[in-house]
């Protein structure tokens, strides 16, 4: 039996399981379903990760360097080309791979950090043929980085999302001419630099409150249809614009990959679609923990890293020291907030402050955040622009939170 | 010189080719496109219908409910995964109510077992989510779902593997009397033979004409489906139908064999391969569907699609012989994926009447078996991978297909030679993420295999090309 298991090899099992190393376990394995550890980092070959957490910028293949030498140093057992078929609720992991075989392990504890995944054109329902040419962001990002093929020449972007971002610079450096940028939203989805280094310095086009409404072309896609949106997100007659392209790249959203956590019981969150969390990444099932973008979508892998030594930690704590105990405040989101990570914190297993991530769910300018229980605020954050494609975190003293079991809300409240 | 030719390698003409096959003939099957199963085949509702539809004494009736029972018994001996799920068709008024009995009337007559009328709050009580307003069902227990683009490669598989020779990418082009029999130009060359099957879909009416003086047209009609996540695929666990009216079956929601849920779909007249799917297309059929079942989330959806039935305007199917020893199997809509190993058998009479000569094979191989990784026991799994490493080896994360899988379907009667080829005989690429993960490592798959570079593989038909060229510094001459 295992100490601990981590499902998924990529930033988030890689920080976790050193950090549960760290913590003083010394029988863990981390179960990798591609060939090498590393994740989707492998794939983002572009620079601007690591600022916050190393303090340098580094390009993801990099990024993840970092950590499997920190792993390489510990005695952490990996498995690459190994997949996780289930984890049940008693913590017996099931897993296949070629060398591997198919074998069930069991474990003390378990992390979940299998990632997420991205959303595809029937989740978005666009009209028209179904010819080649339609790839989601993430795997044309595949295409050109790993296998080295390019997937298109003429080529138009719907979402704004960061790999839609990233990868109109990256055909566009191959050769491809991007012929647009097209989002639904009257804002980016995407982090501000990612808008002006791949788009702005590009001289690409970036569409807001748009939308394409119809593909074309019997094999290969052969054109797109552009049309506005009105402020409900309904296409406008009359709008059209038609793009002669041979490609069309999805970046619509992510949404975090819980198969696995399902199975296992573990209660999801439908503002996250990930598992609802504690202050210390613990899910709803006792001794499953999780962390990364299976939990909740994130925009800088750096943040991930935290969160995942937390989960790590926490890991170890439950396996060395016993479950965490105590009454937990439940998170609630006020006014422009559209979700919090953890859910619920129980004051008693918190060191001194609580980091709580959050979105909004709109453009705001100069705003405070205010933390406040019923009628009484606990306490407020000064912003200057807050964004729905960037993640937000503030610190809440502990203290703040103690007092019993009334929930604690997070707003929003734009300067007049 | 062939004994018999078909065109046509979907539903009918590969059941078609399966009946043929049993006997000592030599057999020629012409698919214009480079896999079978590719028309109207794939894209339809995958429904085997009970056989209350169609009027009491045509052609229809007889081979929907006959070819009901084979493909219960061919789907079980064949390997294809079938599950005998009942459907209801519902009412939501008086008037419906009256149609309710007039379906009943006609199944009755059209010897369809185990129709029962249910009250509103008895259909309820078996599918819970239905809607508050439905007043009565007809239910069906001999309606079923099934694989429809597998049930046919079944078919096509077994008539190959007793001899019969499928030429893909042979659209036929011509078509002209000789002697005794025909000399049919296709695009892979001149076939000739003593018999021909028209079994060609949407296409049936042009190949007719081929050989034939006009008698009728193909007014095709498109239908728009929603196929939804396995999260919503319990929502019903019966084929839920609407009253037919004179533009079809109206918008149905099924459970299917893969755990999905299916939603459509809305006719409208369209031309022969138009598989576009329209906004307004595929609002009509979600706000139709959410009549029935008020809690579909249709956020779950992971794909739209289109298909297109060979309508003619006749209420039955349109087949006999046009000319000497040419076998119209035409018009062939709804209910034609159901009818289709009736109509197989069917067509082996006509030609038999037509003086073709028919000596049952001593050996006939009527068998087929694939793995399926996802459905074996952890002890199964644990010795199949043993055995053969590649098993071990998830390529489909969302359906569990291993590599082994792909390797094996490489290696079956009717190898594929696209990506979506591989879908159909193994399912990587049909789930949630719609083939984002996987599709490279199919690709990659493929390439090896078929030793072709990366760039000539297909997404689904020839020239359906995926990728455009290799990136800088990827080429070999630079």
Excluded at chain 1, 68 to 80: A, F
Excluded at chain 1, 223 to 232: A, K
Excluded at chain 2, 65 to 75: F, H, I, P, T
Excluded at chain 2, 394 to 414: F, Y
Aim: charged content about 25%; hydrophobic content about 40%; glycine content about 10%.
């Amino acid at each position: 039996m295992y100490e601990l298991i981590v499902v998924g090899g990529g930033p988030a099992g890689l920080a976790a399981a050193c950090a549960a190393w760290d913590a003083g376990l010394r029988s863990i394995l981390i179960v990798e379903r591609d060939r090498e550890l590393g994740g989707i980092l492998n794939q983002c070959i572009h620079n601007g990760f690591g600022l916050t957490w190393f303090k340098e910028e580094l390009t993801g293949p990099e990024y993840a360097h970092r950590f499997v030498e920190l792993l390489s140093r510990t005695g952490v057992e990996v498995r690459t080309d190994t997949m996780v078929l289930d984890v049940t609720a008693d913590l017996s992991v099931h897993m296949t791979g070629p060398e591997t075989g198919y074998r069930v392990e069991r474990a003390k504890s378990v992390i979940l950090a299998m990632g997420c995944r991205e959303r595809t054109r029937g989740a978005i329902g666009i009209p028209g043929t179904r010819p080649a040419g339609v790839y989601t962001a993430g795997a044309a990002q595949r295409y050109v980085n790993i296998e080295g093929w390019l997937p298109g020449k003429r080529v138009v972007i719907l979402g704004s999302g960061d790999i839609g971002l990233i990868m109109a610079r990256r055909m566009t450096l191959e050769g491809a001419k991007v012929l647009a940028c097209v989002e639904v939203m009257p804002y980016s989805g995407g982090l501000t630099r990612n808008i002006v280094q791949c788009l702005e310095d590009f001289g690409i086009p970036l569409y807001l409150s748009h939308t394409v409404t119809q593909i074309r072309g019997r094999d290969r896609v052969s054109e797109v249809v552009v049309s506005r949106v009105d402020e409900n997100r309904r296409p406008i007659p009359g709008t059209e614009m038609v793009f002669s392209c041979d490609t069309l790249l999805l970046s619509v959203g992510l949404i975090p990959e819980n198969e696995l956590s399902e199975r296992a019981g573990v209660t999801i969150d439908p503002r996250t679609k990930g598992p609802a969390v504690y202050e210390n990444m613990e899910t709803s099932v006792p001794g499953i923990f999780s962390c990364g973008n299976v939990t909740h979508v994130h925009d800088l892998v750096d943040f991930v890293s935290a969160e995942s030594r937390r989960a790590g930690e926490a890991a170890a704590n439950f396996v060395l020291k016993g479950p965490a105990a105590g009454e937990a405040v439940e998170l609630l989101n006020g006014p422009g907030v559209s979700y919090t990570v953890p859910q619920r914190v129980r004051p008693g297993n918190v060191e001194k402050a609580l980091n709580v991530f959050f979105r909004v769910n709109r453009i705001f300018g100069k705003s405070q955040i205010v933390v406040s229980r019923g009628d009484r605020e606990l306490c407020r954050f000064k912003r200057d622009r807050l964004a729905p494609g960037e993640m937000e975190s503030v610190t809440v003293p502990v203290k703040l939170l103690e007092g019993g079991p009334e929930p604690v809300a997070i707003a929003v409240k734009e300067a007049e | 010189m062939a004994d018999v030719v078909i065109i046509g390698c979907g539903a009918v003409g590969a059941a078609t080719a399966m009946e043929l096959s049993r006997y000592k003939l030599e057999l020629v099957i012409l698919e214009r496109e480079n896999d079978v199963a590719v028309g109207t085949t794939k894209a339809n509702s995958a429904i085997l219908h009970a056989g209350y539809d169609p009027r009491p004494g045509t052609l229809m009736a007889r081979l929907n409910v006959r070819g009901s029972e084979l493909c219960r018994a061919y789907c079980h001996a064949l390997d294809v995964p079938y599950r005998g799920c009942g459907s209801m068709v519902l009412a939501f008024s008086e008037e419906e109510r009256e149609t309710l009995r007039e379906l009943l009337d006609r199944g009755v007559k059209n010897g369809v077992p185990g129709l029962e009328l249910l009250t509103g709050d008895q259909a309820r009580a078996r599918e819970p989510e239905l809607a508050d307003t439905v007043q009565a069902a007809l239910w069906a227990p001999t309606a079923a779902i099934v694989s429809p683009w597998e049930m046919c490669l079944a078919f096509a598989e077994t008539a190959v593997k007793n001899g019969a020779q499928l030429r893909l990418n042979a659209c036929v082009t011509g078509i002209e009397r000789r002697g005794e029999g025909y000399t049919v130009h296709t695009a892979q060359g001149d076939v000739e033979a003593r018999y021909v099957v028209n079994a060609a879909g949407v296409d049936s009416g042009a190949v007719h004409d081929m050989a034939a003086p006009h008698s009728f047209d193909i007014t095709p009609s498109r239908g728009e489906y929603y196929l939804l996540d396995k999260a919503e695929g319990a929502r019903v666990n019966t084929v839920i139908f609407q009253c037919p009216t004179k533009l079809g079956k109206g918008v149905l929601v099924s459970p299917t064999v893969h755990g999905n849920l299916i939603v459509g779909p809305n006719a409208e007249p369209s031309e022969p391969h138009d598989e576009a799917t329209t906004a307004g297309g595929l609002a009509f059929v979600k706000e139709r569907a959410l009549l029935s079942v008020p809690g579909i989330d249709f956020s779950k959806s992971i794909r739209n699609f289109a298909g297109v039935r060979a309508n003619t305007g006749r209420d039955d199917f349109l087949i006999g012989c046009p000319a000497p020893g040419f076998l119209d199997l035409a018009g062939i809509c709804s209910p034609g994926l159901t009818s289709a190993p009736a109509i197989g058998e069917y067509a082996v009479e006509l030609l038999a009447r037509e003086g073709l000569a028919l000596e049952k094979k001593e050996h006939f191989d009527f068998s087929r078996r694939r793995v399926r990784f996802k459905e074996l026991s952890p002890e199964a799994r644990e010795e199949l991978v043993r055995r053969d490493p590649a098993y071990g080896r998830v390529i489909c994360r969302c359906e569990t297909v291993t590599e082994g899988e792909i390797l094996a379907c490489l290696r079956t009667p009717i190898p594929p030679v696209s990506v979506d080829g591989v879908k159909r005989r193994v399912n990587a690429g049909m789930g949630r993420c719609q083939g984002g993960f996987c599709a490279p490592r199919v690709v990659e798959i493929l390439s090896r295999e078929l030793h072709l570079s990366p760039g000539e593989i297909v997404k689904d038909r020839a020239g359906m090309k995926m990728l455009a060229r290799e990136t800088k510094g990827g080429e070999a001459d630079v």
